[in-house]
């Protein structure tokens, strides 16, 4: 016994999304009731976006887990036809890989160390002293991938673009808005918790569009690509005569 399920790229964006956007929602929801009305349940804290090890951060994890494995699949495709972009697309893997492990066990969180800010003398939107190198990065990663990005399908590449634009400004946009705000006025209030909860929402958005461009991309580049599960009947396959 056989059979197939096969899942459209824009059926999964749409449910991510959803549920991107239901995370959102119900964190401020939840921090108004905190900051309003003093509402104190620790219950809380495993629906408020910047926390950790709670439902929106494992969701985020394995999005970017998603995503990952997607480019593993890639570049394993691209490396049996010998393409130029090969060690691209593997490094990408590993890059969105990083990112799930970051996001649930926060590698970056490591470089917020106060005695370090204080020793730089840095503030503003330089409060969290990672973005410094997110920066780096960034600038190093445009300019290593532009060639890759500009060799894209006519139809993948603003995809690619538009995703990558949302979650680097979530994730250090965002952030260094976030840091001038804390460093004004500390975290402990509403303005502070919403200007986390739209950095989380870009990221989770920035997620679900690449997620989508991605399997575009498979469409386009596999031609039959589709999600299958198969069941067999556990016999074995017969020998030709």
Same mark, same amino acid.
């Given at each position: 016994?056989?059979?197939?399920?096969? /899942?459209?790229? /824009?059926?999964?964006?749409?449910?991510?999304?959803?549920? =991107?956007?239901?995370?959102?929602?119900?964190?401020?929801?939840?921090? $108004?009731?905190? $900051?309003?009305?003093? #509402?104190?349940?620790?219950?809380?804290?495993?629906?408020?976006?910047?926390?950790?090890?709670?439902?929106?951060?494992?969701?985020? +994890?394995?999005?970017?887990?998603?995503?990952?494995?997607? !480019?593993?699949?890639?570049?394993?495709?691209?490396?049996?036809?010998?393409?130029? #972009?090969?060690?691209?697309?593997?490094?990408? +893997?590993? /890059?969105?890989?990083?990112?799930? !492990?970051?996001?649930?066990?926060?590698?970056?969180?490591?470089?917020?160390?106060?005695?370090?800010?204080?020793?730089?003398?840095?503030?503003?939107?330089? #409060?969290?002293?990672?973005?410094?190198?997110?920066?780096?990065?960034?600038?190093?990663?445009?300019?290593? $991938?532009?060639?890759? !990005?500009?060799?894209?399908?006519?139809?993948?590449?603003?995809?690619?673009?538009? +995703?990558?634009?949302?979650?680097?400004?979530? =994730?250090?946009?965002?952030?260094?808005?976030?840091?001038?705000?804390?460093?004004?006025?500390?975290?402990?209030?509403?303005? #502070?918790?919403?200007?986390?909860?739209?950095?989380?929402?870009?990221?989770?958005?920035?997620?679900?569009?690449?997620?989508?461009? !991605?399997?575009?991309?498979?469409?386009? $580049?596999?031609?039959?690509?589709? /999600?299958?599960?198969?069941?067999?009947?556990?016999?074995?396959?017969?020998?030709?005569?």
């Amino acid at each position: 016994m056989k059979f197939e399920i096969s /899942i459209s790229p /824009i059926r999964i964006a749409k449910i991510l999304a959803i549920v =991107a956007s239901c995370f959102t929602l119900v964190s401020i929801i939840l921090q $108004y009731a905190r $900051y309003v009305f003093n #509402y104190r349940q620790d219950w809380i804290n495993f629906f408020i976006l910047d926390k950790e090890l709670n439902y929106p951060t494992w969701y985020q +994890s394995f999005t970017l887990l998603f995503c990952a494995i997607l !480019l593993a699949i890639i570049a394993a495709a691209k490396k049996v036809d010998s393409d130029r #972009y090969f060690g691209h697309w593997k490094a990408l +893997s590993f /890059i969105f890989l990083f990112l799930s !492990l970051d996001e649930t066990i926060s590698i970056h969180e490591i470089l917020i160390i106060p005695d370090l800010r204080s020793a730089f003398h840095l503030g503003g939107i330089f #409060y969290y002293i990672w973005v410094i190198p997110g920066v780096i990065f960034v600038l190093i990663f445009t300019k290593s $991938y532009l060639k890759f !990005l500009t060799n894209l399908p006519r139809k993948s590449r603003p995809l690619f673009f538009l +995703s990558g634009l949302i979650y680097v400004g979530g =994730a250090l946009g965002m952030e260094m808005i976030g840091g001038y705000y804390a460093d004004l006025y500390g975290q402990r209030n509403l303005g #502070y918790a919403l200007i986390t909860n739209a950095e989380e929402f870009l990221e989770m958005m920035g997620i679900v569009i690449f997620s989508y461009a !991605l399997m575009s991309y498979m469409n386009l $580049y596999m031609q039959n690509f589709d /999600i299958r599960f198969n069941i067999l009947n556990g016999t074995k396959p017969q020998k030709s005569k």
